[in-house]
Antibody, heavy 119, light 107 residues
């Protein structure tokens, strides 16, 4: 059974940092691209970052470039998102999501990790 | 970036109704479109990919169609568990983008 378990969220002041983790199990982690998708309170879904199975290729949306960094440790079956220089508008639930092979769609999602940026 | 719009934003329907949600892309995306269902407090669930391919385990009352810039999600004979918010997502080009969502509520 595929499982994705996020951790690392919390309350942080503007300008602060957090690192989200997503522990994966139930599939061959290193062979699948992974992504982070966020959802601000009462809003829709926003794809934030993606990474290839090997970790060689990463993507970030413009609004987080230079502030967020996606990475993975395939030896630990874990996906990460480093969030720096956080802003109020980064407040959201952050989901890790597994890409379906051959398609940039998400067939499995974690339960979400709440990130709140506030002074 | 490719923008997606959905209509309607909100839909009120009854059990056993057939409902249709439309997703329009700001440029042609071939069949590179997916649909998700999200219930309050839960992660989204993949329903359809490649515009019309039903994800494993998804009931046959869900169907998708379209290509290019206009797509539809149809739910035939709406069931109580189908009341949720539905999002489209394009996978034609990075950045991947989602539509704003359509909330399907009970009439």
């Amino acid at each position: 059974e595929v499982q994705l378990l996020e951790s690392g969220g919390g309350l942080v002041q503007p300008g602060g940092s957090l690192r989200l983790s997503c522990a994966a199990s139930g599939f061959s982690f290193s062979t699948y691209a992974m992504s982070w998708v966020r959802q601000a309170p009462g809003k829709g879904l926003e794809w934030v970052s993606g990474i290839s199975g090997s970790g060689d290729t990463t993507f970030h949306i413009d609004s987080v470039k230079g502030r967020f960094s996606i990475s993975r440790d395939n030896s630990k079956n874990t996906l990460y998102l480093q969030l720096n220089s956080l802003r109020a508008e980064d407040t959201a639930i952050y989901y890790c999501a597994k890409d379906m092979r051959g398609f940039d769609v998400f067939d499995y999602w974690g339960q979400g990790s709440q990130v709140t940026v506030s002074s | 970036d490719i923008q997606l719009t959905q209509s309607p934003s909100f839909l009120s329907a009854s059990v056993r109704d057939t409902v249709t949600i439309t997703c329009r892309a700001s440029q042609g995306i071939s069949s590179y479109l997916a649909w998700y269902q999200q219930k309050p407090g839960k992660a989204p669930k993949l329903l359809i990919y490649a515009a019309s391919t039903l994800q494993s385990g998804v009931p046959l009352r869900f169907s998708g169609s379209g290509s290019g810039t206009e797509f539809t999600l149809t739910i035939s004979s709406l069931q109580p568990e189908d009341f949720a918010t539905y999002y489209c997502q394009q996978l034609n080009r990075y950045p991947l983008t989602f539509g704003p969502g359509t909330k399907v509520d009970i009439k």
